[in-house]
C-alpha cells in the first residue's frame, strides 16, 4: 500500500540534522524554507490513493501489495510505457520543477533490484542486502535520496589523492556490526525531504581508491549524518501569487556530511570495490531508469515553458504575428523532439542480463542527457525573448492590486486587451519564476549538471553509440569516386 501525504509528512518530523543559515532546522514540515514544497511532495503521495490516478501510479508487486509503479521492475515494452505514464502524472502536478521527486531514486532501486549479480564483489556480497533493501523501500512507500558526487575539491587528483583522507567520503573503521564513514558527498538533491539517503559514487574511481569504493543506504535521522543546505528560495519568496513556482516547489540541495556515522552491514550494498561501485550505476539498468524519468519530466517541463509562452504571446496580444508563430514553432519542435526520444528509447527497449527484464534504450538515454542540457537554456531564453520588459515591469508585491492608490494605477497601465491587470501581473509573476528568477537560474544549472558535466555526458554518446555507422556512411561515398572521375566520365 503506498503512503498518504499525511503519513509521508509525519516521517519527515524525526531527527533528521538539517542546516540552513547557520541554524538548524527542528521541523521541515513547518519550516518556511520547506513547508509548502513537503506539502507539494506529500500531494504527489495522496495522488497514487485517487481513483483516476491509482491504477496508473501503483502496480501489484510480486506479494501482492500495491507499489509506486518507479519501483516495479520492468518486464515488458508495456511496463516501460506504464512506468513513463506514472512519471507524467507526477511531472505534470510539478510542472516539471521536482527533478528528484520519490520515483526517480524508485526507479534506481528498481535497477539495481533487476541485476543484484552486480553487487556480488570479490570480498563483498551486497546481493541480499540489495533485495531486503528495495523490498522495504518499495513496501514501504519511501523516500529515497541520493548523493553519489564526491565535492568538488580538486578534480585533477583521484579519491586518495586528495589535501586530505576524509574529504570524500571513505570507510574509516569496520566492526562486527558494520562500517564508520566520514567525509562528504554532493550534492542532496531533495535530500533533506527523504526517507533514507544512498551514499555512493557514479563516477569511476581508480584502483587504489578502495576506501571510498563503497554504497549504502540509511534513514535520514542517523546520527553524525549532516545536510548543509543551499539559500532557499522558498523562504525568501513573498506569496504564492508572487513567486508561485518557488514558493512550492524548492526540492532543495544541500551537501551531505558523514562525521563518522556507523551503517550496520545490512544497509551496505557495495563495499570496498572500485568496479561494483560503478558498475551498480552503469551495468545495472539504474542510471537508464533515472533517464527515464527525467526524459518524461523534461518533455513535460519543455511543455509547460512552451504553454507560458503561449500564454504570454496571447497576453502581449502577438501570438498571430509571424516572427512569433516562429518562435512558438521552434519551442514546439523542441517539445516534440524530446517526446519523440523517450518513446524511440521505450519502442527500442533492451533486454537487461538474462532474467533481469527490460530497460529503455541506452544510445537514445545517454543522447537525450546531451540533448536536454543543451535546449534547456535556449527554450528558457527564446520565451524570455518573446515576454519583452513586461517580465520586469511588475509591482514587488501582487498586493499593490489591492493598496486603495496604486490598486487603480496598475488597473490602468498593466494591462492589454482582454488581459485586466491581475490576469496579466499574475501570469507574468509566473513566468518570471520560471525564467529569471533564482530559482530558474538554478534550474538551468540542474538540467545542465543534475547527470553529469558535459566533459563526461558527451563522450558517452559516443562510447554508448554506434559512430562506426556514421563513419561507415561517409567512407561509402569517398569510397565510391577516384580521381580519374571514371564513373560519371571527365567534364
Ligand atoms: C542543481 C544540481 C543538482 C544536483 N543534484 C545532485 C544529486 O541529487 N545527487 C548527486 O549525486 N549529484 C547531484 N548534482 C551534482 C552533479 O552530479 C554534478 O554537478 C555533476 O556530476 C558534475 O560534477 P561537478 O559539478 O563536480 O563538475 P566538475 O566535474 O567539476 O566539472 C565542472 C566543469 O569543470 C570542467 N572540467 C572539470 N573536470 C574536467 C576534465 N577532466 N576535463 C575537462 N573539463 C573538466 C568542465 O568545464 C566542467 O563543465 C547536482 C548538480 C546540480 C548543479
Redesign the pocket.
Known sequence: MTRTGEQYLDALRDGREIWLDGEPVKDITRHRAFRNTARSIAHLYDLTHEAGFAPTLTVESGSGERIHRAFHIARSYEDLVARRKAHKIWSEATFGFL??SPDYMASGLAGFAALPEVFAGAGFDGRENVAAHHRRMSTGDLYQ????????ID??RSASEQEENDLYLRVVKETDGGIVVRGA???????AFGDEVVVGT??PLAPQDVEYALSFSVPLDTPGLKFVSRTSYEASARSVFDNPLSSRFDEN?SLLVCDDVFVPWERVLVYRDVDASLHQWWATPAYNNFVHQSATRFWTKLEFLTGLAILIAKANNTYQLPPVQIQIGRLMSWVNIARSMLIAAETEFVPVGSDGGVMINPEIASAHRAMAGDIYPKAVAEVKLLAGGGLIQLPASGYDLLHPELGPVLAKYVRSPGHPAEARIKLLKLAWDALGSEFAS??E??E?????????YLPAVVRDGRPDLCEQLAQSCLDGYELDNSMYGAS
Do not use: C, L, S, W
Not at 545542465?448 to 563526461?456: D, E, L, N
Open positions: 527533478g528528484r535520496a541520493f548523493t553519489i558526487t564526491n565535492p568538488q578534480r585533477t558527498k554532493m550534492i542532496g538533491t531533495a535530500a557514479i563516477e540541495d538554478r534550474h544549472q540542474y545542465r549538471f543534475y547527470h553529469g558535466a558535459p566533459h563526461v
